[in-house]
């Protein structure tokens, strides 16, 4: 599993300033003032946000302010103002929470965001999924970690669908079905076994290989002209060996004999047993 790369911040003040109700000409005075600071470190702190709402946190144990802000669009952030501001998703310190709750032993207890907005993540999932073109009913995700390149990595749940790992690379997304993301030995928090299996059929459709209802799906590896081979174990008949491209349409369908010099060979399992 991919760690998450998140250092731990300081707790803030146990006083805070919610700014989201204020009823006196003098609050909403300060409430303006506050809004405007937020956003100007929000800002130096390289966060995308044009912050709608705020919350102040108080100071951390070094006396740097914290905001937590509501952007227009996308997830919040809590904003520490320091010497270097830095910005941390509310959508990620959900997750590292998350993840010290279940008792993983090399994540520590990080602050949670608490404004209203900040705590119903489930929008900006189900909009990082359209934008990653995702179409399904998106009811769960989550942070995953940090990808190699420094991107954050989401897992998204799909309502009785497979899901995926969705990832932001300059400008684009790149999606990784939680099959695949099982086959290299991750895991999908979301997404159980015959979902994929049930999210793969329909792939098959219009090939040689259509009449193959899997029962097992293995992922054999990809090569130079991006072309991702898998073998199938098939319910009452042999197993099979299919490359999808990068549109996820198949290409070439073979015996496992005829696919025995790919990856590591055809090992799809014609007993196990059916779903």
């Known amino acids: 599993m991919l760690a998450i790369g998140l250092s731990l911040l300081a707790p803030a003040a146990s006083a805070q300033q919610t700014l989201?109700?204020?009823?006196?000409?003098?609050?909403?005075?300060?409430?303006?003032?506050?809004?405007?600071?937020?956003q100007d470190a929000a800002a130096r702190a390289g966060a995308d946000c044009e912050v709608?709402?705020?919350?102040?946190?108080?100071?951390?144990?070094?006396?740097?302010?914290q905001y937590e802000v509501?952007?227009?669009?996308?997830?919040?952030?809590?904003?520490?103002?320091?010497?270097s501001p830095s910005a941390h998703s509310c959508l990620l310190l959900a997750s590292q929470s998350d993840r010290f709750q279940r008792g993983e032993r090399s994540i520590r207890a990080a602050p949670?965001?608490?404004?209203?907005?900040?705590r119903t993540p489930g929008r900006h999932f189900a909009a990082m999924a359209a934008q990653a073109g995702l179409d399904c009913r998106v009811d769960e995700?989550?942070?995953?970690?940090?990808?190699?390149?420094?991107?954050?990595?989401?897992?998204?749940?799909?309502?009785?669908?497979?899901?995926?790992?969705?990832?932001?690379a300059s400008g684009a997304w790149i999606v990784t079905d939680c099959l695949d993301v099982?086959?290299?030995?991750?895991?999908?928090?979301?997404?159980?076994?015959?979902?994929?299996?049930?999210?793969?059929?329909?792939r098959l459709a219009g090939s040689a290989a259509e009449a193959c209802a899997p029962t097992q799906v293995r992922e054999m590896g990809r090569n130079a002209a991006g072309l991702t081979w898998y073998a199938l174990t098939c319910a009452g008949g042999a197993p099979v060996v299919v490359s999808l491209d990068a549109g996820r349409r198949v290409t070439n369908v073979l015996s496992c004999t005829e696919a025995a010099h790919?990856?590591?060979?055809?090992?799809?399992?014609p007993s196990r047993p059916e779903r």
Request: net charge neutral; proline share 5%.
């Open 112 to 118: 949670v965001c608490v404004l209203r907005s900040n």
């Open 182 to 202: 099982r086959s290299r030995g991750d895991l999908c928090r979301f997404t159980t076994e015959p979902e994929e299996l049930a999210g793969f059929r329909p």
């Open 20 to 38: 989201e109700q204020t009823p006196t000409t003098r609050g909403r005075i300060r409430d303006a003032t506050t809004l405007l600071a937020a």
């Open 141 to 168: 995700g989550r942070v995953v970690g940090l990808s190699p390149a420094g991107n954050t990595i989401y897992e998204i749940g799909c309502r009785r669908a497979p899901g995926a790992w969705i990832e932001q």
């Open 70 to 83: 509501v952007c227009r669009e996308g997830p919040g952030y809590l904003i520490v103002d320091g010497t």
């Open 52 to 65: 709608t709402g705020v919350a102040l946190r108080g100071m951390d144990s070094i006396g740097d302010r």
């Open 262 to 269: 790919i990856g590591d060979g055809c090992r799809a399992d």
